[in-house]
Nanobody, 125 residues
Framework: QVQLVESGGGLVQAGGSLRLSCAASGRTFSNYAMGWFRQAPGKEREFVAA????????YYADSVKDRFTISRDNAKNTVYLQMNSLKPEDTAVYYC??????????????????WGQGTQVTVSS
């Protein structure tokens, strides 16, 4: 089992920045790929960003590319999501996830086995 706890969410004005953190415990963190997903009210949970076990390969949704950066620190068992130039449409609950997705499934919920409880991000206009 892997336990994931997100933090860093909050209320920010459009154009501002936030950094989300996801702390992992349990099984060896560096064994897993990590991803961030988000879910806005009334919408499906959608992919935001992901990276492989070492952080050498990253994936981004088109809607956040060039604004968000995913990274990990295996020594601290933590994955981060740096979010810049935030927009009101980025408002959602953000979830981190751990798993062993295939190369073609990093962007899909089915690629992940473990999920955090989520952290709310609200961007005001």
């Amino acid at each position: 089992q892997v336990q994931l706890v997100e933090s860093g969410g909050g209320l920010v004005q459009a154009g501002g920045s936030l950094r989300l953190s996801c702390a992992a415990s349990g099984r060896t963190f560096s064994n897993y790929a990590m991803g961030w997903f988000r879910q806005a009210p009334g919408k499906e949970r959608e992919f935001v960003a992901a990276l492989n076990w070492s952080g050498s390969i990253t994936y981004y949704a088109d809607s956040v590319k060039d604004r968000f950066t995913i990274s990990r620190d295996n020594a601290k068992n933590t994955v981060y999501l740096q979010m810049n130039s935030l927009k009101p449409e980025d408002t959602a609950v953000y979830y981190c996830a751990a798993g062993s997705p295939s190369r073609t499934s990093y962007r899909y919920r089915e690629g992940y086995d473990y999920w955090g409880q989520g952290t709310q991000v609200t961007v005001s206009s």
